[in-house]
């Protein structure tokens, strides 16, 4: 039982002893679909539309099959979240454009074409292990997603109506009555804060090398440098937005008469409002380009001469000769 311990042991150390490791700079692109995914009160869809694109260098390690994967990158995001109409009726509002003045009424106001739109550039640092067999190869790991630079602006269309408790409603053209249809109304862009996110990753590919198949000295091997392609997902686990909870997402506290002012109410962005108290995750799928160059490395020694120079062994004890294997001076 020792003696077979003994042998299994020394069976590992020669084979890790012999591993074969490579060592790559990995220089990568990408680009695809980017998304926010969210669950907020008055928004009718829960996930966003846009596009993503980002650049990256990476060291790689692959022994035999395994392959290991480090680096650092910029990721650039635009996603659009399309909010649904929304409408807020003020009651008892009193005139004070009318001669008689003080009459109440009901001012109703309603938005459309509502898109709020996000950019976010990014530093992300994946780890990600995987594997290779021939043309195929697979990553999987995470990703560490720091928010550097993030914009927000909203855009939408207003009108508004009013309902006299006691006399006939101006019609929507009187917009010397605060009373309008269809204005655009902005917010200029305005700095985000993101959460740094962790985010899972997954990319499955295709290399553009020469297969390795059968064993001896004449088998081809694989290029030094090669491309290979990949479709990817990256998914955000962690809750990317903070909670600023502002009052309200667009809507006036009061009427006024002045319709220029009205036209230039502010627009709250949808994820800084009370409406969004829930987790917002980003998502990204796309596809991946990378060219992968070859590090200098030393490999394992089949014909090692330093070790033979002057030695003259015997090819046998039984009278077949010797062979002279010095290097240095052949014969």
Known sequence: MKRLSITLFSLVVCATMSAQFKHYIAISGQVGEASYIYDIDKVSSKLSGGFGNGLHVAYEMRSGAFLLNVGAGANFTHSVVNVGDLSETLKDQKDDDWISGGDLF????TQSSRH?????????????????KKHFYFLAGAKLDVSLLARAKAKALISSSMHYHDYPSPTPDMENHGVFKNALIMQKPVNVKFNTQVMASFEIGYRFVTAESGTGWDVPKEEKNYWRIAVFADYG?????????????????????????????????IFSTKAATNPVNNLMLGIK????????????????????????PSRSSKGRGRIQTDWTNPK
């Open 106 to 109: 009901d001012y109703t106001y």
């Open 116 to 132: 709020d739109s996000y950019s976010n550039l990014s530093l992300q640092v994946p780890l990600m292990i995987g594997a290779a």
């Open 237 to 269: 686990l962690l809750d990317m937005h903070q909670k600023e909870k502002n009052d309200n997402i667009t809507f006036p506290t009061a009427y006024s008469s002045d319709t220029e002012k009205m036209k230039e109410i502010t627009i709250n962005h």
């Open 289 to 312: 380009a990378t060219y992968l160059f070859q590090l200098p490395t030393r490999g394992v020694c089949t014909v090692c001469r330093d070790a033979y120079r002057g030695a003259s």
